[in-house]
């Protein structure tokens, strides 16, 4: 059986388009499309990893999203990061996520500092980004690392997708990966494996402090922790 996921806008476009923000004297960003390869064998995968470690049975590899969780890639450039991200299978130095699950990461977005955006997946395709949340989490990766913070561009090219995302779905979190163990024990949480984590600090606190004072408006929640 084939998988149908969701097709990409052909044409290059204007994020303040995408987002329908209020205000046109809101800061404009480039997007483009950069789509990763979504496959058969990628669709293959991403099914058998919401059945074997969320528990969810689909026919099509998609998500409902309710959170968007950020990144930092851990590279220098954008084409390190979407390097990383096409190929359908995990290349085998990542050793460390091996075990879980052949299917690659990916997040359906991705930041250039600058502020450039790139779409790699439609909003609600499924991408392998964060443990325990994938089915449910919509991942932004920025250009950036521990050595290399992110950038005021990418802050606000952050917040216009936050924007975007919750006027468009039911997003009630936004949260930094490094907090994604805080909701181990919560109704979000899905995976079947008590012993599969892994340590991360992106995209920083500082950028996570400023970003939810930028969007404090929308009223989203953060670590299950400090409600």
């Known amino acids: 059986m084939k998988h149908a996921i969701p097709s990409f806008p052909r044409s290059i476009f204007y994020l303040i388009g995408l987002l329908g923000l209020a205000s046109c004297s809101a800061p404009t960003f480039r997007t483009f499309d950069k789509p990763v390869v979504f496959d058969e064998e990628r669709k293959r995968l991403s099914l058998e990893y919401l059945q074997t470690r969320h528990g969810i049975t689909k026919e099509t590899p998609s998500i409902t999203p309710t959170m968007v969780v950020l990144h930092w890639t851990g590279s220098h450039t954008v084409e390190d990061g979407f390097n990383t991200m096409n190929p359908a299978v995990l290349p085998g130095r990542r050793q460390a996520i091996a075990g879980a699950s052949a299917l690659n990461v990916a997040a359906q977005f991705l930041v250039d500092r600058d502020g450039t955006i790139f ?10 980004h964060v443990i325990g949340l994938n089915y449910c989490a919509v991942g932004v990766e920025n250009v950036g690392s521990d050595n ?11 917040e216009a ?10 997003i009630e979190y936004v949260i930094g990966h490094y907090e994604y163990k805080d909701f181990v024990g919560h109704p979000l949480w899905k995976e079947a494996d008590s012993t599969y984590r892994t340590m991360k600090t992106d995209p920083g606190e500082s950028f996570m402090k400023r970003i939810r004072k930028r969007t404090r408006d929308l009223n989203l929640k953060g670590s299950p922790k400090n409600a």
Not at 119 to 128: E, Y
């Open 148 to 158: 290399a913070p992110l950038t005021r561009a990418q802050l606000k090219a952050n």
């Open 119 to 128: 779409r790699q997946l439609p909003d609600t395709a499924f991408g392998r």
């Open 161 to 170: 997708i936050i924007r975007y995302l919750k006027k468009k779905y039911n």
